[in-house]
Every structure is written in structure tokens, then in C-alpha cells.
């Protein structure tokens, strides 16, 4: 069973995601959620406020869900997920000046080859699974191309020089990318992909499923989804809302969601917790 993690963004997090996209002034969202300026201020610095907000109208002026921040303000985090129901999952997290990152290593019980998802900053913990696990570490898949997710790519290339890398990238080589209807087989498990840029032009979710005794599916979403948040919109936050919608939350409600900072969560929670989703 893992249990609680932190969420990658407090309640100041989404609040300040939401007001920039959208464009507002401090000013105007402080009036409206019955702050001043210097406590919306510090809410969006650090999460915690001492006036609590109007968080109905809140969610109204930032095109958020207010019972869903409140339900945030009030504590909400995702259950904890019995890992035991994917026996050949890993979540790895690895650490650089403080900043988390999570990869993601799946693999068939009967032939034990393997699928990393990500690399995260350094590849010790993979190669230190992969040899307790006795794998046959065969695919890569990266879900966008920033740093603390593919970091590792060189160093992994020289400890498995066949690797098959995947990728939505198009500054990638044609060999790595990512086409339409690919699927990838590690012995029972069926791997497949869906586009869900906005955070990154490049931003891929890729669905791992036919776990044995019948898991659910996994869905490892990089930055596009967090639990109770997204990532910013560095490409387009109204392009990434979309994506997340139409590609993942589409996804059936015991979906496992895998995102690439903060806990884990499912489809399910995410629709009735996830204040970007009314």
C-alpha cells in the first residue's frame, strides 16, 4: 500500500495557475474572493490562508470548481493505491536540488521484459530493480522532453544499447517516434498512447494494460495531469485542459493515473476532486 505523498501543487499552486492563464490581476481575483491583495499574495505562495476565501466565487472567477478547492483547502488527498493489484509496477522517484520526479518501470511476470516510462534526474533505482527483478529491460518511453524526465537517456543507452526508445517528439530520430495506432507488446501487457500536449508540444499519456487477475489499466500521464491539478500550460494551458479531458479522463474511472510529480490517483478521482473539471 503507498500511502499519502504530497500533492505537486497546494491550493496557491492551482490558484496561481488558473489567475495567469487566464490573465487577471491580483486585484481583481483578491476583490472577488474577499482578500486583499497581500493575503491572495500569500495564499498562492504557500497554500494556507487565515481569511478563508469565497471559494464559490473564487472557482467562478478562474474557471475552477469552488467546492473542489474548498474540499483542497480542506485537506483532500487521493486514497492511497494497494499496489499489490499491479504487482509488476514501480513508481521510482528520484531527487535533484530538492525538485521530485517520478518514472515508472512495468513488466510481463512470465518473460520479465520491462518498459521504463521516463528516466526522472539518474537511473541507479531502475538499474537497481531491474537486476533484483531479474528483467529484460527492452522500451523506453518518455512522455515529454524536459530535464527531470529523460535526464537519464544517455546513461541508460550505455547500460542497454538496445533499448527502443519512444517518443512524441519530433526533434527525435523517425525510429523513436511515436505513430499513430502503435502498440507494444511486453509479453501479456499491451502498451499503447495517447497525444496530450499543452504542458509540452511534445506531451504523451501512455496506457499500460492486461495486468494479471485483471488490474485495471495504468495511464503514466507525465505533467499533463497531477492529482488535483495539471501542469502549466508552457505550450497552451487551454489546449492542455482539453487533452486532459479528452484523452484521460475519458479513460475508465479505475484507470490508475501515474503523473510525473506528486502521488498517485485514479480517473475516478480525479472527476469528482480535480477543480480544473467541473
Same mark, same amino acid.
Given at each position: 500500500?503507498?500511502?499519502? *505523498? ?31 491583495? *497581500? ?90 530493480? +531491474? ?6 529491460? #527492452? ?19 550505455? #547500460?542497454?544499447? #538496445? ?10 530520430? +523517425? ?68 487533452? +486532459? ?21 485514479? +480517473? ?11
Amino acid at each position: 500500500m503507498i500511502g499519502a *505523498m504530497i500533492l505537486e501543487d497546494h491550493l496557491g499552486d492551482i490558484i496561481g495557475k488558473s489567475r495567469q492563464a487566464l490573465k487577471l490581476s491580483p486585484e481583481t481575483v483578491a476583490r472577488i474572493a474577499g482578500l486583499s491583495v *497581500m493575503d491572495l499574495a500569500s495564499l498562492e505562495t504557500s497554500g494556507q490562508f487565515t481569511k478563508r476565501p469565497d471559494f464559490l466565487a473564487l472557482g467562478d472567477c478562474l474557471e475552477l470548481d469552488g467546492r473542489k478547492l474548498a474540499a483542497l483547502a480542506d485537506g483532500w488527498q487521493p486514497a492511497p493505491v494497494d499496489l499489490s493489484l499491479w504487482r509488476e509496477l514501480r513508481q521510482i522517484a528520484t531527487v535533484q536540488s530538492g525538485y521530485a520526479v517520478n518514472s515508472y518501470l512495468v513488466w510481463d511476470e512470465v518473460s520479465r521484459e520491462a518498459a521504463l516510462f521516463d528516466t526522472g534526474w539518474e537511473i541507479a533505482p531502475v538499474l537497481s530493480l +531491474v537486476a533484483e527483478n531479474r528483467l529484460e529491460l #527492452k522500451h523506453l518511453f518518455i512522455t515529454h522532453s524536459h530535464d527531470d524526465h529523460n535526464g537519464g537517456i544517455n546513461a541508460l543507452r550505455e #547500460k542497454f544499447p #538496445k533499448i527502443r526508445i519512444h517518443t512524441g517528439s519530433r526533434q527525435s530520430p +523517425v525510429e523513436q517516434r511515436n505513430r499513430a495506432n502503435d502498440f507494444i507488446h511486453l509479453g501479456s501487457l499491451r502498451i499503447t498512447h495517447r497525444e496530450t500536449p499543452g504542458h509540452s508540444e511534445d506531451g504523451v499519456t501512455y496506457i499500460a494494460g492486461n495486468f494479471p487477475e485483471d488490474a485495471p489499466h495504468v495511464a503514466i500521464v507525465g505533467d499533463a495531469l497531477f492529482a488535483g491539478s495539471i501542469g502549466r500550460g508552457f505550450q497552451s494551458f487551454d489546449l492542455l485542459r482539453q487533452k +486532459v479531458r479528452e484523452q484521460i479522463l475519458s479513460l475508465p474511472p479505475a484507470t490508475l493515473v501515474c503523473p510525473g510529480h506528486g502521488p498517485l490517483t485514479t +480517473v475516478a478521482q480525479e472527476l469528482a476532486h480535480n477543480p480544473f473539471f467541473k
